[in-house]
Every structure is written in structure tokens, then in C-alpha cells.
């Protein structure tokens, strides 16, 4: 078996879907700094080079006014035990464009392995980029992500992103979201993770909305025990007229985990709100006693509201 295909088998292992072969699918393949696989469909071009000390450029661009039917696929990965990734993202949604991007990265087998993303989007007028980014990175907790984008929305644009890590060991993560808003533009920024163990999850998104009528959301959902520690820092600041923004952070704890939310929110214009939610505590003793009464045992139950929690 190839490279290429064992990075397609550890994808679908994690729960990816099994798209590579739809030739109606654009996506993305690569392992470390290798380039397996890219496929372009009409209106989507996908452009990759290897650059100095193993980094990798990837650049996709969704042309003036097409909406790409079906989700982009991007599957990224390190297979050995130790071994670095380092990928250079540029993402250009021209004006009244759309496009869905789906981007698993999988770590099965990691004891020392490290992910590092640097991300630049722009979202032009009127267009929509939603991006959905799961990972599975084995039970050793060997991986450390670190993830830094800079996001622009022109006028009427649309953002939407979900960072999702349910299964397997955290290890480390550290990733860094900002974007900028223009005139009537929304974004969504979402975070869903559960570290256990030593797992350390350190999180910042901020949305700057300066456009009239700008709209955003931070919603932040974390659960953390054993040793694991999450630190969540989320930022809203609305400086024009009738934007608005709402932070929302919820974060379970169990054992000797530790949490720490700090919610900004600034209002810099007297037509424009920000409003925030923080809330960091055990589960719901309510329900933990409805589920208990049902059957199930204290961890079982906890596991349940958690997942709720993280799948909502």
C-alpha cells in the first residue's frame, strides 16, 4: 500500500467520508511535506508547491460568482510516530462565490509529531467560505497543533468555521483566529474539543466587526479532566454602526483540570453592541441525576452531557 492510499485509509478510519474517487469532489492529500494527491473541479483551482524546509504552499481560489456544489476535501496527516507538518494556506472566495471546505487531519499513530498552519483567507463581496476541521490524533497524545489565520470579510460576505477534536488525546493545541469584518458581513467562529490526561488547549478567536452592520459569534464549548488544562480567550470588537457580536464560552471540568475563559468584548460606536456568556463549572447535577435514574453510572452519565455539550 502506497502512501497515498494510507493516508485515505487512516482519513476514513477516523470518520472521513470515502469522496477521493468522486471525480465531482475537488480535494487535497498530504503527508508531512508530500504532496499525494489534488483534484480540481470547474470554478475551483487548487495550487501546491513544496517550498524550503519541508513547508508546504497550498493556495485555493473559488472564482467570480461560482458556488462549488459539493464540499472541498482536504486531508492532511503525519503517519509515522515523529515527523513535523507545515503547511502555508491562502484562500481567495472571489465576490458572490461559495464553497465548503471539509479538512481532516489525522495523527493515528503520533508519539511526537507536530502540525503547524498558517492560514490567509478572503472572503470578497458577497461571497460564503465555511470551513469544518476535524482531528483525530490517536491515544498517545503526541501531537501539538499550532494554527494562526488571518481571515477578511468584505461587504455581504459570509464566514463560517467549526474546530472539532472529539476523539483521541488532545496533546497540545494552540491556534489563533482573527478576522475582520466590512459592511453587513457575518461570521461564526465554533470550538469543540475535550482534553483528558496532561492534554493542554490554548484557544483565541476575535472578530474585529468594523463594517456597519457587521455581524459575529465566538462560541466556545471545552471539556477537560484528569491533568488537562484549557485556556480560551475570545474577543469581540465592534467599532460601526448597528454591528453587532455575542461571546459565548462553556467549559466542563472534572478531576484536577483546569479551566480559564476570558471573554473581551469592546464597544467602540453607540449603534453597535457586544454581549458575552462565560460559564465554567461540573455538569449539570440535574441532569446527571435524570441519567443516573435511567440506568447509567456517574462517568457514564457525565460522558453523555459532555457529548451533548460538544456535539450541540
Avoid: W
Avoid at 482573527?178 to 459592511?183: I, Q, V
Avoid at 483565541?204 to 484528569?226: C, M, N, P, Y
Amino acid at each position: 500500500m502506497d502512501d497515498y492510499q494510507m493516508m485515505v485509509e487512516a482519513y476514513k478510519e477516523a470518520g472521513g467520508e470515502d469522496v477521493f474517487a468522486d471525480s465531482e469532489v475537488a480535494h487535497v492529500v498530504l503527508e508531512r511535506d508530500n504532496i499525494l494527491g489534488a483534484h480540481e473541479v470547474e470554478g475551483l483551482s487548487v495550487d501546491l508547491k513544496n517550498r524550503e524546509e519541508g513547508l508546504v504552499g497550498v493556495k485555493i481560489e473559488v472564482k467570480e460568482g461560482y458556488k462549488i456544489q459539493k464540499p472541498v476535501h482536504m486531508c492532511f496527516g503525519v503517519l509515522p510516530e515523529k515527523g513535523v507538518q507545515k503547511i502555508d494556506m491562502e484562500i481567495e472566495v472571489q465576490e458572490e462565490a461559495e464553497v465548503e471546505v471539509m479538512a481532516d487531519c489525522v495523527f493515528p499513530s503520533a508519539a511526537k509529531v507536530k502540525h503547524i498552519m498558517n492560514a490567509d483567507i478572503h472572503i470578497r463581496k458577497g461571497g460564503s467560505y465555511t470551513y469544518k476541521e476535524n482531528h483525530y490524533h490517536g491515544e498517545k497524545g503526541g501531537v501539538e497543533v499550532i494554527a494562526n489565520s488571518d481571515i477578511k470579510l468584505e461587504e455581504n460576505s459570509y464566514l463560517y468555521t467549526i474546530f472539532s477534536l472529539l476523539e483521541g488525546r488532545v496533546g497540545k493545541i494552540d491556534f489563533d483566529y482573527e478576522a475582520e469584518l466590512g459592511d453587513f458581513s457575518t461570521m461564526e467562529m465554533l470550538a469543540r474539543m475535550q482534553g483528558a490526561e496532561d492534554d493542554e488547549i490554548k484557544i483565541r478567536e476575535a472578530g474585529k466587526l468594523k463594517g456597519r452592520g457587521a455581524r459575529g459569534l465566538l462560541d466556545s464549548k471545552i471539556a477537560v479532566q484528569d491533568d488537562a488544562s484549557a485556556e480560551i480567550l475570545n474577543e469581540l470588537t465592534a467599532s460601526a454602526p448597528e454591528s453587532q457580536g455575542h461571546v459565548d464560552c462553556t467549559e466542563i471540568i472534572k478531576d484536577e483540570a483546569v479551566a480559564r475563559a476570558v471573554p473581551i468584548v469592546e464597544v467602540r460606536d453607540p449603534e453597535a453592541k457586544v454581549t458575552h456568556e462565560a460559564a465554567i463549572g461540573s455538569v449539570d447535577d440535574t441532569q446527571l441525576q435524570t441519567l443516573m435514574a435511567r440506568g447509567l453510572d456517574k462517568e457514564e452519565a457525565s460522558e453523555v452531557i459532555i457529548q451533548g455539550m460538544l456535539n450541540d
